[in-house]
């Protein structure tokens, strides 16, 4: 099982790790970009080494983790919302060496996009406000929950791995439709829902 980034009570600090951040600039409201800039000092004071990459199109997360060389990196930091840590999380999945990638590779997250429920379920367990400061704080302490995963098969499909939920019926409809509003921002999933009930299928 992965495992992601989250504060524990009297546990002893991790070492120097090396970071990838894969930030997505279209995610939520497109701030994600700025709200990664904004932690870059806490970073080099922490003295962590990191790498950050924009995502140029969608799955290309997916296709960064899945080709990631293990000796590269310790950590993959996700700067956007929950879809990027659902790519990260398919992607390490998909590695004939899946086992050991999710074995040595540490997934940590930082609310950036639309639905960031992970950033925040982390916040909570670790007891801190649910706040960019915190989250990346979280990140650089470097201490870890183990992640549970679904795996769901589909008939002559590959296994696809949910990490927060699994939805179907109206629930996938709006998460779907939802996609052309994301310019609204977190107002993009009531909007789509309320198109949804005025126009059922």
């Known amino acids: 099982m992965p495992s992601c980034c989250a504060c524990g009570l009297n546990l002893a600090p991790v ?26 000092p806490l970073l080099q004071h922490s003295g ?20 990631l060389h293990l000796n590269e990196c310790d950590g993959v930091v996700i700067v956007s919302g929950d879809g990027l840590l659902y790519e990260v999380v ?6 004939p060496d899946w086992l ?5 590779i540490t997934i940590g997250t930082i609310a950036g996009g639309s639905g960031n429920g992970m950033a925040a379920s982390l916040c ?15 990140i650089v302490k470097g201490h870890i929950r183990r992640l549970d995963l679904v795996s769901c098969q589909r008939e002559q499909q590959p296994i696809l791995f949910s990490v927060l939920s699994l939805g179907w019926a109206i629930i996938s409809d709006v998460d779907f439709a939802s996609e052309k509003y994301r310019c609204c921002g977190n107002f993009r999933f009531t909007f789509a829902g309320l198109l949804s009930i005025a126009n059922p299928k």
């Open 15 to 40: 070492p120097v790790r090396r970071l990838l951040f894969l930030v997505n600039p279209h995610a939520g409201s497109g701030s994600a970009s700025r709200r990664m800039a904004s932690i870059i």
């Open 48 to 67: 962590h080494a990191y790498k950050v990459i924009e995502t140029r199109h969608a799955n290309h997360a997916y296709e960064l983790s899945r080709d």
């Open 90 to 95: 398919n992607g390490l999945m998909s590695r």
């Open 100 to 104: 050991e990638a999710v074995q040595r």
């Open 124 to 138: 909570y367990v670790s007891r801190e406000a649910n706040e960019l400061v915190n989250q990346a704080f979280l």
